[in-house]
């Protein structure tokens, strides 16, 4: 991707982030005070709780920076699987290629071909696989890469942010 389209697409993330900004400071007192964990229940009701029924964080910049990224559609469902894995920032997942395809309605094999081509634009990196006597071989994916990449994408988003504070001075 070119750089001046780079450039639009963090100009436009932040725009969106200005309007969030505005919407928040225009907010309810009562509604600040919430706890994160009842804020969660408030917008999700009996659809998040402990085990199965948990929820995931992800950076607000995965989702805004997709294109910059070059992740499509199928790609980005495998990530968030992946990422659904990953509780613990020292320890990468380990998913089952097979899980996350039962979980998109798709093969094996298309799933394989997504971390693939993510591993390939330097997102994950497929670890070797690790045996042991007692339990299943694990495959880890690090996440290295693409938390990398989005600190740059952030780290860039902030500088537009600063320069267009400093404009309107």
Not at 26 to 48: D, F, T
Not at 74 to 82: A, H, I, K, R
């Amino acid at each position: 991707m070119d750089k001046l389209r780079q450039k639009c697409l963090i100009y436009n993330h932040y725009i969106d982030l200005l309007h969030c900004t505005w919407f928040y400071a225009e907010m309810n007192a009562k509604h600040r005070k919430i706890s994160p964990a009842q804020r969660l229940e408030a917008k999700w009701k009996g659809a998040v709780g402990e085990g199965f029924t948990g929820y995931q964080l992800l950076p607000d910049i995965l989702i805004r920076s997709q294109a910059s990224l070059g992740i499509n559609d199928g790609e980005m469902v495998v990530l968030l699987n992946v990422l659904m894995h990953w509780w613990v920032a020292d320890v990468w997942p380990f998913p089952r290629a097979e899980r996350i395809a039962a979980r998109m309605g798709v093969s094996k094999r298309t799933v394989d071909r997504h971390l693939m081509s993510l591993e390939q634009k330097g997102l994950i990196e497929r670890l070797a696989v690790e045996t042991f006597e007692d339990r299943p071989a694990i495959r880890r994916i690090s996440l290295e890469g693409l938390v990398d990449r989005l600190q740059e994408l952030a780290e860039e988003m902030r500088r537009y942010e600063d320069d267009y504070a400093a404009e309107k001075i």
